[in-house]
């Protein structure tokens, strides 16, 4: 898809006067729930979880703590998606839409999200790397070796992270956030079985 320039677009919906952020790649799909794609496809959905981490109240606030820049429009130098997978003991957990953006303000960091697939997309101005665990603090749901959010390993609880349905090891808040790289980050008990999924089915144009 050619790289072209995008600014910020603030609309007027027609129920209660709510304010949308036009996404780049994003405006022929449906806000749809993250459900991840299984390796094998999409037909083995997993059930949702209760667990429940929206996007920040201060998408600002949060960019900052990522040490990430906010902008006037999304960058064109740098221009590719990851998809984030969450899964809490055995149930997926909805990545939500408009993190890193604060529609407000108009502003939008590099790394974001549009909607709820679980697309993250990254577009810089520069060319640079960003990663999992920036990403993570913009969501206000921090991750590092054995901790998710409120969620510690230990008590029978384990955390893993995958990438193209490869285990990683290390600080997970370190892993490289790449084109087209499908990310799993699970936690629970080894008895919730996990499909854990090493491809995403890309919409065309993304």
């Known amino acids: 898809m050619p790289l072209q320039k995008r600014r910020i677009a603030i609309g007027v919906a027609v129920l209660a006067g709510a304010v949308t952020l036009a996404a780049c790649g994003s405006d022929s799909k449906k806000d749809t729930a993250a459900t991840p794609s299984a390796a094998g496809g999409g037909d083995n959905k997993p059930v949702a979880s209760s667990v429940n981490w929206p996007a920040p109240a201060d998408a600002t606030a949060q960019v900052k703590a990522a040490g990430l820049p906010m902008l006037g429009q999304e960058g064109q130098v740098l221009h590719i998606h990851s998809h984030l997978d969450v899964f809490v003991d055995g149930k997926a957990v909805t990545v939500p839409a408009e993190i890193g953006i604060d529609v407000p303000k108009q502003q939008i960091s590099p790394l974001h999200t549009h909607d709820t697939s679980g697309v993250v997309h990254i577009e810089s101005p520069v060319q640079a790397e960003f990663t999992l665990g920036q990403f993570m603090t913009e969501w206000n749901v921090p991750i590092g070796n ?61």
């Open 146 to 206: 054995g901790l998710l959010g409120t969620f510690k390993a230990g008590g029978g609880k384990e955390l893993h992270v995958y990438v193209n349905g490869k285990e990683q090891t290390g600080d997970p808040a370190s892993i490289k956030l790449g084109a087209h790289e499908e990310i799993a980050v699970v936690y629970g008990a080894p008895a919730d079985k996990v499909q854990v999924p090493s491809t995403y089915a890309w919409p065309e144009g993304l």
